[in-house]
């Protein structure tokens, strides 16, 4: 995982990429505002909401979960879950994007048949997800892959399942270089940006 297990105060994890790195996909004025900005925001506001609280000595991952199951910190769960969402998001693309192998590709045939099942279950998801959200390739509990699409901050790791990768699918993610068009935002995605290397060292 590269997610920060350090303590509060967080700080916005690096970019495993330069800006630029996922054009024409994800152009590097779309990265500079949803990263710059919008996972900086969630980060910073994080920070200002469990300064003296409980959470503040919990892990990111920590709070995440806790937060939950919290009525009270509902807060706290969407900016931390929302700062863990996209730091994820963002390995879960890479500039060159190959074929799944190993592991992960076995994991995916016994679970959907063949990679091109796969991209058009994800596909699906990715498209039907009503308004802003994330769609997920997770492990449940009994180790089966299946795909999972999550409201608004809403994440797997709130649930008990094992990501392997996710889109976002929230319109800042995509519209300045897509407008409306999510379906060929996911497929480009799809296409172009899997990084099926994090996905095979999420499963484990």
């Known amino acids: 995982m590269p997610l920060d297990k350090a303590k509060a105060p967080f700080?916005?994890?690096?970019?495993p990429y330069a800006e630029d790195a996922l054009a024409p996909v994800i152009s590097a004025k779309t990265i500079s505002f949803?990263?710059?900005k919008h996972h900086a925001t969630y980060v910073?506001?994080?920070n200002e909401l469990i300064a003296g609280t409980a959470y503040e000595g919990l892990s990111l991952d920590e709070i995440v979960?806790?937060?939950?199951?919290d009525t009270a910190a509902k807060?706290?769960?969407n900016n931390a879950a929302q700062a863990w969402n996209h730091d994820f998001y963002w390995h879960s693309m890479r500039a060159k994007a190959g074929a799944p192998a190993g592991k992960i590709k076995d994991a995916l045939e016994k679970s959907f048949g063949d990679?091109?099942?796969f991209n058009k279950a994800f596909s699906q998801a990715a498209v039907g997800q009503f308004g802003s959200g994330w769609t997920w390739l997770v492990k449940d509990k009994d180790g089966a892959l299946k795909i999972e699409a999550t409201s608004n901050a809403d994440t797997p790791i709130a649930h008990g399942d094992t990501p392997l990768l996710v889109a976002d699918v929230w319109e800042h993610?995509?519209?300045?270089?897509?407008?409306?068009?999510?379906p060929d935002y996911v497929t480009a995605w799809l296409d172009k940006l899997v990084n099926w290397s994090f996905a095979e060292e999420?499963?484990?």
């Open 11 to 15: 700080t916005l994890p690096k970019l």
């Open 34 to 36: 949803h990263y710059g």
């Open 44 to 46: 910073k506001t994080l």
């Open 65 to 69: 979960v806790r937060a939950a199951k």
């Open 75 to 77: 807060k706290i769960f």
């Open 115 to 117: 990679l091109a099942a």
């Open 173 to 182: 993610a995509y519209y300045l270089d897509f407008q409306n068009r999510r």
């Open 202 to 204: 999420n499963l484990g």
